[in-house]
């Protein structure tokens, strides 16, 4: 099993968490940072099983949310 890594930021123009993987064929968005999290964590083993992909270990996300100042 291994580690993949998914990339969440913040869509300030559609107000929502996106998280995508380069590693994954995954692109998923919510509302709430913590409730994306869980959408992936439940969706990507069944992509990676669908894709023929390694089983995941553990999932490492790194997270950015960039703010304008005014």
Known sequence: MRVYMVFITWDCHAE???????????ALEHGSFDELIE??????P?????????PAG???FAAEKRVGVI
Not at 16 to 26: D, F, G, K, Q, Y
Not at 39 to 44: D, F, G, N
Request: hydrophobic residues 55%; negative net charge; proline residues 3%.
């Open 16 to 26: 929502v968490w996106c998280a995508l993987s380069e590693e994954i064929p995954l």
């Open 58 to 60: 553990m999932f490492h």
């Open 39 to 44: 959408r992936v964590k439940l969706a990507a």
């Open 46 to 54: 069944g992509i990676l099983k669908l894709n023929e992909m390694e």
